[in-house]
């Protein structure tokens, strides 16, 4: 069965950083391209980055062009986000999920909440 498991959400204060991974198994994870999605509160699903499979090209949502890194370790079948100089408008749970660029991947984790307030 496939499974996504995210990990490193919490509380931080503006400005500040926090880095989000995402243990797949289950599933050939070296063969999908991989995606952070979020879910602020009372707001739809957006999407936030992708990654290839091989790990060689990447995508940014606007809102977090130049503050985020997504990341992937095919080895560890790891997904990982970076985030820094973070928002109060970055809190939201976040998703790890297969697929480039999209919000219906065929597999979804369960998230992990991020809140940005001081």
């Known amino acids: 069965e496939a499974q996504l498991v995210e990990s490193g959400g919490g509380l931080v204060q503006p400005g500040g950083s926090l880095r989000l991974s995402c243990a797949a198994n289950?599933?050939?994870?070296?063969?999908?391209?991989m995606s952070w999605l979020r879910q602020a509160p009372g707001k739809g699903l957006e999407w936030v980055s992708s990654?290839?499979?091989?790990?060689?090209?990447?995508a940014y949502a606007d809102s977090v062009k130049g503050r985020f890194t997504i990341s992937r370790d095919n080895a560890k079948n790891t997904l990982y986000l970076q985030m820094d100089s973070l928002k109060t408008e970055d809190t939201a749970v976040y998703y790890c999920?297969?697929?480039?660029?999209?919000?219906?991947?065929?597999?979804r984790g369960q998230g992990t909440q991020v809140t940005v307030s001081s």
């Open positions: 990654i290839d499979s091989g790990g060689g090209r990447t």
């Open positions: 999920a297969t697929g480039w660029k999209t919000t219906a991947g065929y597999f």
């Open positions: 289950g599933f050939t994870f070296s063969n999908y391209a």
